[in-house]
Each structure stands twice: as structure tokens, then as C-alpha cells.
């Protein structure tokens, strides 16, 4: 057999690479289509499937009492993902797949904590968090991706934590609102700082703010963090 010439092994050599190139290519497209599926069970799960996992990291389990009042701070939702409408990035899928590795079934069951606007737009830019079920009340955090949640996001969703944290936001509002109000405008005795008036006034004031808290409250169908981190309803 003739030996083949230096254009013949070159061809053979690109050939080679070629054929490389194409089962690279088909395999990542293969992952690509594996990806899919995952975001798609992720935003098709509605029912909660306890998972069995094996040896999960103490530090990633936690449980719903946990998860509940965090939500009720930062005024969060903990809702299934089929309710997320976010985008799941390429490390959460990652995360995803190496969790699934440690598993004996495939992971049918997610659950999403985020904020309300993450559920239903999607230009909120705090973190989402991405739970399994683990059964008998405990979570296991997958993944959290995005930026970190701001320091004061506690203080700013005080008020609507509970009833008792609006009627104390109301109730100081007016005490501030009434001790800046001059004295002349409230009696003609400038010497009285503290007087009757001013008490009457004080509680003119909390009338007020709580009639206009109340019609604002009910006409936009305001609800409590304590009732609103796991609810599916958009006003709340």
C-alpha cells in the first residue's frame, strides 16, 4: 500500500476534528435540552414531594417555623415553583443537578422564596431562594441566586407585619405630627407646651391617620406579612 501523502493525513486530521467538533456539539445540546427540563419541572411544580436525600448538609435544612418568620420580616412568599416567574439561571440548574445526583428519584417537587413581585413580574432584583421538601416540616435550600437582601428591607416592611406594628406606626405618626405643631396654633396660652388642647389634638390626629390608613388598607386589599408569605394572590 502506497503511503498515503502529507495532503491525505491532513484531510484525515481535519476530518478528525470535525468529527470532534460534532459530538461536542451534540453533547451540548444534550445538556442544553437536560437543562430545559429542569427549569420546566421547576415552574410545573405544584404539589409538594417529600424528597430523599441522602446525608443533606445540616447548614441547608431548615424548617417551615424558620422559613415563616423570615418571610414575615422581610415580607417574602414561600410558594411552589410553579408560581415563580423569574428566571432560573444556569448555576441554580447546576445546583439542581448535582443535588439530584445524591437522590434515588428525580426531584419533582420545588419551593421559591422571593418577594411578591417575583411570583408576578419580573423586575424585582433581591435574591430568589430555591427549597426541596424533606418532609415532616423541613426544607432543604438548593440554591439562592441574585443580590443579597438589604439590610433595612426589616424596618421598611415593619408596619405590615401584623395589626398590632400599624397601629403602633399610626399611633407614633401622630404623636410626632402633634408635638411639631406650634403651640399658638393650639391655644392661646404659649406657655403650656403640654396641655389639654394639644391631647385633644393628638387624638384628632390619630382618628384621622386611622380613618385614611383603614380606606387605603381595604381599598387596595392590603394584607398582613403574617397572613401574606404564603399566600398565591397577587394583592396581599
Known amino acids: 500500500m502506497a503511503a498515503r501523502t502529507e495532503h491525505e493525513r491532513l484531510e484525515e486530521v481535519l476530518l478528525g476534528q470535525s468529527t470532534l467538533l460534532f459530538e461536542v456539539h451534540g453533547w451540548l445540546e444534550d445538556e442544553q435540552k437536560r437543562d430545559d427540563v429542569i427549569r420546566a419541572v421547576v415552574r410545573s411544580s405544584r404539589k409538594q414531594a417529600s424528597v430523599r436525600l441522602a446525608y443533606p448538609d445540616p447548614a441547608r435544612v431548615f424548617s417551615l417555623a424558620s422559613i415563616r418568620s423570615l418571610c414575615i420580616r422581610y415580607r417574602l412568599r414561600f410558594l411552589e415553583g410553579a408560581y415563580f416567574k423569574g428566571e432560573i439561571p444556569g448555576t441554580a440548574v447546576r445546583a439542581i443537578r448535582a443535588l439530584e445526583e445524591r437522590t434515588s428519584t428525580p426531584i419533582t417537587s420545588y419551593m421559591v422564596m422571593a418577594p411578591a413581585s417575583r411570583f408576578k413580574l419580573c423586575d424585582?432584583?433581591?435574591?430568589?431562594?430555591?427549597?426541596?421538601?424533606?418532609?415532616?416540616?423541613?426544607?432543604y435550600l438548593v440554591h439562592k441566586w441574585g443580590g443579597d437582601l438589604a439590610p433595612w428591607r426589616p424596618y421598611a416592611y415593619w408596619t405590615v407585619r401584623g395589626p398590632l406594628q400599624l397601629i403602633t406606626t399610626i399611633v407614633l405618626f401622630a404623636l410626632v405630627i402633634t408635638l411639631l405643631i406650634p403651640t399658638g396654633s393650639i391655644t392661646p396660652d404659649r406657655t403650656v407646651f403640654f396641655s389639654g388642647p394639644r391631647?385633644?389634638?393628638?387624638a384628632y390626629t390619630v382618628i384621622v391617620m386611622g380613618a385614611f390608613t383603614a380606606f387605603g388598607w381595604f381599598a387596595f386589599f392590603g394584607q398582613f406579612s403574617a397572613q401574606a408569605w404564603s399566600s398565591r394572590y397577587f394583592n396581599s
Open 124 to 139: 424585582s432584583e433581591v435574591d430568589p431562594l430555591l427549597f426541596v421538601p424533606l418532609g415532616n416540616g423541613l426544607y
Open 199 to 202: 391631647g385633644i389634638m393628638f
